[in-house]
């Protein structure tokens, strides 16, 4: 290295410490960078890339390293406030007074915790060995002209790199060259956005020379472009040459890594982006946080458990302390003497607080700490058999349902609102063009999804279009059209030949499509585009005869369609530049160079930015077009407008100087300036027609939305459309029905138009005008949904809500659902299986806690409100008399509403909805990840958008008609599962727990247990374990079927009917009656009569495992109340995990007596040949159970649960199609 080198190195470390200047106003200024604003890359030259410490090429996604797994994992376990609970109690059972041995407290609790480290350790181990992976894959390095391999992680900044056909990229690479002449590359981007369709990159004209390995010897140039940031889909720099050269960048020249390569045989291109500061590792950050309903009422329930637990040992400790000062003299046995720490009566103060300490560690089982470890596995084989149902499986992309975030299987069963995207998500994406306007005129005659909705339906609005609508299908995907004067050249022989030509040249341009087939068959040719539309639009051309079939970086090649005959010429036409399409900007432009020399720009897009940049001249045209639009929408389609201009030579070139010095500014503002300039040349457009392409309907959507609003889940669909499609669209999938009232908020009718004609003669400067309009605005909104709840409020005073909706708001719970069942039956008005007469009475009568959830919502009302009004009450003080009337309405359409609005939405909806109420969002696209991310359950659908919503979500599915099984049936399953299990855990902790209170009481509050403590150490991890892991995961109280065909079922947990604080209550009070019978009973028995065969009474340790043995069998035993779907799993798992606890007792009491203690022998010896012992069982087992048999039992028959209706329909159906006798055939 020579001094010129270090000289280089010298300065450029000046620059990047120093900043730059700042930007200056001349037009050379526009190309400087702000402070912090640049990334320098020096390409084919990494030691020049040195002072600015770029980070390699290695990658990481593990969460701990080797010496950060101890610490940082056992602060994962310590989140949850009962291990430090139980790790306080290990600490007290190594005291001297300890009522346990150490080692069977501080064991289970290991146990425990090694458990949830293991876990963390698998995750993190498979993590390490993918990175490892990635990190050593192999790529041709050409720095320099050398080419050479090198592995991933040994890359750097401004390493030349050759990829080849099918292989990832290494890192974010400037696209140099590619294998074809053109540039051109093909790349998959599935790894990012889960996008298949591939997307086209194309290096610039400055590079193209670049095209073996030894060209990189003398090629330097320096890259200039924006900070490392994480948007996908932006890019912003320039490459400078030693010559001064200067070459616009952007995102058509960028290789994100992680992306592949695909029908190229190799590229060429420059890392200016490595390791962590890639954009796929920006974007690889942990999704917000979500933790479930049930798990933070658990969180109560633990603080109460704590409470309840402090208390009583504060008890023990006063009761402990008063009678070691006035009692204790009596009993000899404790050596109440000075010499006895424990028991002094001169020191009953210390007396007291170890007897408060015992009682923390005796009564500490009140704390199920293996709760949290069997809620865990739960979860996991919850969303293992949800990933395994062929239900939600579809063949057509063979992808499954998928869990991501297992510890919210649960909330799936208590969604209150639903937020749906439509494009993609109520609809296939798949794009069909139905119609088109040309200069007046309107062509097509295919039917809609709508208009056939319309039909069924029998909607008087929409029926005018359906009449004579046409159903066939169509012949070309892509393409349902029907209209014979526009096929086969027929247009030519009309007076307006020239425009309709000019409108297919539009079609077959203006568009950043490529084709893929051979022209000397033009129906072979097949288009990759970035979107449906637009692959859409290309396929109309060809159907029309403009076959655009070749495409370089400047130049077009269309054959077309010249006589009627099928006579064709090939013309190509000069692609002079694209301003592209962005969700901003709801448009794109090409200007190309027609054969003949004209300069033109062709322009597409929606009509709300078209209209605003036509040329108002033409005034009859437009509004005949507009027209034309709006039937368009009227039945479903999406609209686009068409539009020209003529450019001069001189007016082009002028812009062209703007447009370039616009594309080579780096920074923020680079978007906001090229839109200034692109806007610029994008006025004066003179209208050509406009087109409508119908998105289609998923299959199963209509029913799928009808049975979740039968299930009580109001359903909101957030959508781009007009509000005329909006509306029509939701008739046609059953979000809107016949017989709703719908309740319109709009600012797009005349008044806004007055307002704005007023204003701008008011003489207001233009802030004044604003923030007038603001207001007026402001006025107009509120007072329309004022209007709606007085209209709503009036019909509920006057229970004059039209057509028959009364019924259904006034008719709740059992009661509507007896009717439904009865309706479904055939009309049998019995139901004998469950003793009709009791079960109709409670029907009639159960109806005060149903009627909670339908009080406030009319199935009778559906609210439609503009992206306007939307904007004006986000930004407003409306939001809480709009929350208030929409939470009154079954379904709430809002249309026009942007990518950035869904994420505000949805915060208001989880605003108004409050913690009591559970919100749903689902969606296919980038757009949707704000709205699934923020709402209580994201759901994201893997579809033509991509797969960036799914890997957002938290659960995923191929079609929207899957959420019906998910919710329906997985849902309600899931969450009755967790509500039982929760339950049953808390039954059988608190049965110990008590037991303890009770054995300190007749031990003189000493803290002496009256078992083993390894029989507690065991009891919640080993003896009752498994049982109750097979309700959380196998149990049903109806089968997936009448999930479906009773969708009323779901509202169980909107009510949480199975979890709330009455039944945890129960399940205490219940727990307390079991335990006082498992503990007195053997007292009653044992006081009373001799228990060994010579006569001697029953000593401690036979006391203690006679009470334990009742301990065990009843919550296994009490499982069979509790279960609904018995499978031999259940049968195994219950009477195994009885006679596990007979196993122990024999292994454990054939150790030797310094190993078990008072065990010793126990149950071989003393127990088992004792008939006392089992008829003692028998009697504890049935008087302790036998009570919530009968309750069970007497709620069955005269206050029925809905499943328990369902059940018993069931069964009647069942026992009527036997005693039913075969037709005799004829």
């Known amino acids: 290295m020579g001094p010129d080198f270090l000289v280089h190195v010298w300065k450029s470390a000046r620059k990047c410490w120093s900043g730059r200047s700042k930007r200056g106003g001349d037009a050379e200024d526009?190309?400087?960078?702000?402070?912090?604003?640049?990334?320098?890359?020096?390409?084919?030259?990494p030691p020049l890339n040195a002072p600015f410490r770029y980070p390699n090429n290695r990658t990481w996604t593990t969460k701990y390293t080797w010496y950060s797994f101890v610490p940082r994992s056992l602060f994962e376990q310590y989140r949850r406030a009962a291990y430090w609970y139980f790790t306080a109690m290990a600490g007290l059972s190594l005291t001297p007074f300890s009522p346990y041995r150490p080692v069977s407290v501080i064991l289970p609790l290991l146990f425990v915790i090694a458990l949830g480290m293991a876990r963390e350790l698998w995750e993190d181990v498979r993590r390490a060995r993918g990175d490892r992976e990635i990190n050593s894959r192999p790529v041709t390095c050409c720095t320099r002209g050398t080419a050479q391999v090198k592995l991933w992680r040994e890359l750097l900044v401004g390493d030349v790199v050759k990829v080849k056909d099918k292989e990832?990229?290494?890192?974010?690479?400037?696209?140099?060259?590619?294998?074809?002449?053109?540039?051109?590359?093909?790349?998959e981007t599935k790894n990012l956005d889960g996008e298949t369709n591939l997307k086209v990159r194309q290096a610039s004209q400055s590079t193209s020379h670049l095209v073996s390995d030894e060209s990189f010897k003398d090629f330097d140039a320096v890259l200039k472009c924006e900070p490392p940031n994480a948007s996908l889909y932006t890019f912003s720099g320039?490459?400078?040459?030693?010559?001064?050269?200067?070459?616009?960048?952007?995102?058509?020249?960028?290789l994100l890594r992680d992306s592949c390569l695909q029908n190229t045989d190799y590229v060429y291109g420059v890392v200016i982006y490595a390791g962590r500061d890639t954009k796929v590792m920006r974007n690889a950050i942990n999704p917000p946080s979500k933790r479930s309903r049930m798990d933070q009422k658990l969180d109560h329930i633990m603080w109460v458990m704590f409470g309840i637990l402090f208390v009583m040992s504060l008890a023990t400790g006063l009761a402990g302390g008063l009678l070691t000062r006035f009692r204790l003299s009596r009993l000899f046995y404790f050596r109440p003497f000075e010499d006895n720490p424990y028991y002094n009566p001169r020191r009953a103060a210390i007396a007291g607080i170890i007897a408060f300490v015992n009682g923390l560690v005796l009564y500490g089982y009140l704390i199920p700490i293996s709760l949290y470890v069997t809620l865990e596995i739960v979860r996991v084989i919850?969303?293992?058999?949800?990933?395994?149902?062929?239900?939600?499986?579809?063949?057509?992309?063979?992808?499954?349902?998928k869990v991501k975030s297992s510890g919210l299987n649960e909330e799936l069963g208590q969604v209150d609102t639903i937020l749906s995207d439509k494009t993609g998500t109520l609809t296939a994406n798949q794009m069909d063009f139905c119609k088109c306007t040309i200069d007046g005129t309107s062509y097509g005659t295919?039917?809609?999804?709508?208009?056939?909705?319309?039909?069924?339906l029998g909607i008087p609005f929409l029926e005018a279009h359906a009449e004579d609508a046409d159903t066939s299908d169509p012949v070309v995907k892509g393409f349902n059209f029907q209209d014979d004067r526009l096929m086969d050249g027929k247009w030519l022989k009309q007076e307006n030949a020239d425009r309709i030509k000019l409108f297919f040249q539009t079609l077959a341009l203006c568009h950043t499509a490529l084709p893929e087939g051979d022209i000397a068959d033009p129906k072979s040719i097949q288009y990759r585009a970035e979107s449906p539309d637009e692959t859409a639009l290309v396929v109309a051309a060809q159907q029309f005869g403009y076959v655009f079939y070749k495409k370089t970086p400047t130049t077009l090649y269309v054959r077309e369609i010249t006589g009627t005959k099928g006579e064709t010429a090939d013309n190509a036409y000069e692609l002079l530049n694209v301003l592209e399409f962005s969700s901003a900007r709801k448009r794109m432009s090409v200007i190309v160079r027609l054969p003949g020399g004209n300069i033109v720009l062709l322009s597409k897009g929606a009509d709300s930015v078209m209209l605003d940049r036509l040329d108002r001249h033409d005034e009859e045209h437009i509004s005949i077009t507009l027209d034309h639009l709006r039937t368009y929408a009227e039945v479903g389609l999406r609209t686009l407008v068409f539009a020209y201009k003529e450019l001069k030579p001189v007016e082009y070139e002028q812009w062209l100087e703007k447009f370039t010095t616009a594309q080579n500014v780096i920074g923020k503002n680079r978007e906001e300036i090229l839109e200034e300039v692109q806007d610029e040349i994008e006025r004066g457009l003179k209208l050509l027609g406009g087109t409508g392409v119908e998105d289609k309907l998923q299959e199963g959507v209509p029913k799928c939305i009808e049975r979740l609003a039968q299930a009580g889940i109001k359903i909101w669909v957030l959508t781009g459309d007009k509000m005329e499609t909006a509306i029509n669209i939701g008739y046609a999938c059953s979000l809107l029905r016949p017989g709703m009232d719908k309740l319109i908020v709009s600012l797009g009718g005349s008044s806004v138009q007055v307002l704005d004609e007023k204003l701008s003669h008011g003489g207001l400067s233009p802030d004044d005008r604003a923030r007038r309009r603001k207001d007026e605005l402001q006025t107009l909104v509120r007072q329309q949904l004022d209007d709606g709840l007085r209209a709503f409020e009036s019909n509920i005073e006057l229970d004059e809500l039209p057509r028959g909706s009364s019924?259904?708001?006034?008719?709740?719970?059992?009661?509507?659902f007896a009717n439904i069942l009865q309706r479904d039956s055939g009309g049998v008005s019995s139901f004998r299986s469950f003793g009709s007469q009791n079960l109709q009475r409670t029907m009639s009568r159960d109806r005060s806690s149903y009627t909670k959830m339908d009080d406030a919502v009319n199935d009778a009302y559906a609210l439609v409100i503009d992206g306007d009004s939307l904007a004006v009450i986000l930004t407003g003080d409306l939001q809480n008399s709009f929350m208030e009337l929409a939470t009154k309405c079954s379904s709430v359409i809002c249309c026009r509403v942007s990518p950035k609005q869904k994420a505000f939405v949805a915060k208001l909806v989880m605003k108004g909805l409050g913690k009591d109420k559970l919100c749903l969002a689902i969606g296919d696209g980038a757009n949707d990840v704000g709205m699934i991310q923020v709402a209580n359950v994201g759901v994201g659908i893997i579809g033509v958008e991509g797969a960036q919503a799914a890997m957002a979500a938290d659960f995923t599915i191929a079609k929207f008609r899957f959420l019906e099984r998910l919710l329906l049936v997985h849902g309600h399953w899931c969450y009755r599962r967790i509500s039982v299990m929760i339950r049953y855990f808390l039954f059988k902790v608190c049965l110990i727990g008590w037991i303890s209170v009770y054995s300190n009481i007749f031990t003189v509050f000493s803290g002496n247990p009256l078992y083993d403590d390894w029989y507690a150490s065991f009891y919640s991890t080993v003896f009752t374990a498994l049982p109750v892991g097979a309700v959380g995961t196998t149990d049903q109280d109806v089968s997936a079927e009448d999930c479906i065909r009773y969708p009323q079922l779901y509202r169980a947990g909107q009510r949480q009917q199975y979890f709330n604080t009455k039944l945890v209550f129960l399940s205490i009070i219940h727990s307390v009656y079991a335990s006082l019978v498992i503990f007195f009973f053997p007292v009653a028995l044992y006081l009373v009569s001799a228990f060994r065969s010579n006569g001697q009474p029953a000593a401690l340790q036979d006391f203690g495992a006679a009470l334990f043995t009742g301990l065990v069998l009843v919550p296994n035993l009490q499982l069979f109340t509790y279960v609904h779907y018995f499978t031999w799993i259940h049968h195994f798992l219950i009477w195994g995990s009885i006679l596990v606890w007979f196993l122990f007792l024999i292994i454990y009491g054939s150790l030797s007596p310094e190993l078990s203690t008072g065990a010793f022998?126990?149950?071989?010896?003393?127990?088992?040949?004792?008939?006392?012992?089992?008829?003692?069982?028998?009697?504890?087992?049935?008087?302790?159970?036998?009570?919530?048999v009968i309750v069970r039992s007497f709620q069955w028959l005269l206050r029925p649960a809905d499943y328990q209706i369902v059940l018993g329909l069931a069964k009647f159906k069942s026992q009527t199609t036997t005693t039913t006798p075969a037709p005799t055939p004829a």
């Open 30 to 45: 526009l190309l400087a960078i702000a402070d912090g604003d640049e990334h320098e890359v020096h390409c084919n030259n």
């Open 168 to 187: 990832f990229f290494p890192a974010d690479l400037l696209l140099l060259q590619s294998s074809n002449s053109d540039g051109v590359c093909y790349v």
């Open 238 to 254: 320039r490459l400078e040459f030693p010559d001064g050269q200067v070459s616009p960048m952007g995102p058509p020249q960028v």
């Open 382 to 401: 919850q969303a293992l058999f949800i990933g395994q149902d062929l239900g939600m499986y579809d063949e057509e992309t063979d992808r499954p349902a």
């Open 446 to 456: 295919g039917s809609t999804d709508v208009e056939r909705a319309s039909k069924r």
């Open 807 to 816: 019924s259904s708001r006034h008719e709740g719970g059992s009661g509507r």
């Open 1161 to 1188: 022998m126990e149950f071989v010896e003393v127990l088992a040949p004792s008939p006392s012992y089992w008829l003692l069982q028998l009697l504890v087992v049935v008087v302790a159970i036998f009570p919530d």
